[in-house]
């Protein structure tokens, strides 16, 4: 009789239901970026798919200050690093855009973008993953080129 209770006090919960937890759960990383001695931990959204990619954080404020977007695979299509280039159309805040090598070491960083500029804000080399984390925060954290991230 107990558990016919506690079972008629949990709201609606259907396999659908954790079937949603759990793809939202797998729409999120922990990114870790090593610089030095230092260690800097990211909860992060995840952008895997080409419209998911192009999306990024559109729209979006008040971003965690450990927060972000990670876009992996970059491209989103799978095959080689490419170089990329991102913009900051319809972005309300202002981002750093940490470029991503093959061998996980920051190639370079776009430092505060420009919110709602449709500048071109590019790599510079072939990357495969690129995070977008609150502008100024990279430099705040002493976050650098050849710093190691993980995922």
Aim: a negative charge; glycine letters at 10%.
């Amino acid at each position: 009789m107990v558990a016919l209770s506690a079972a008629l006090l949990v709201p609606g919960c259907t396999a659908q239901d954790g079937d949603a937890a759990a793809q939202a759960e797998a729409k999120t990383a922990t990114v870790t970026i090593e610089s030095g001695t230092n260690r800097h931990v990211f909860k992060v959204d995840v952008a895997r798919t080409p419209e998911e990619q192009k999306r990024g954080l559109m729209f979006r404020t008040g971003i965690p200050a450990d927060g972000g977007m990670l876009f992996a695979p970059y491209p989103p299509e799978g095959g080689a690093p490419r170089a990329a280039s991102f913009w900051m159309k319809d972005t309300p805040t202002s981002l750093d855009i940490i470029f991503i090598r093959a061998d996980g070491t920051i190639a370079t960083i776009a430092e505060n973008t420009i919110p709602f500029s449709e500048d071109q804000v590019r790599s510079g080399e072939p990357v495969a993953a690129v995070l977008e984390i609150n502008g100024g925060r990279a430099a705040e954290l002493g976050i650098s080129p050849g710093d190691k991230v993980r995922w």
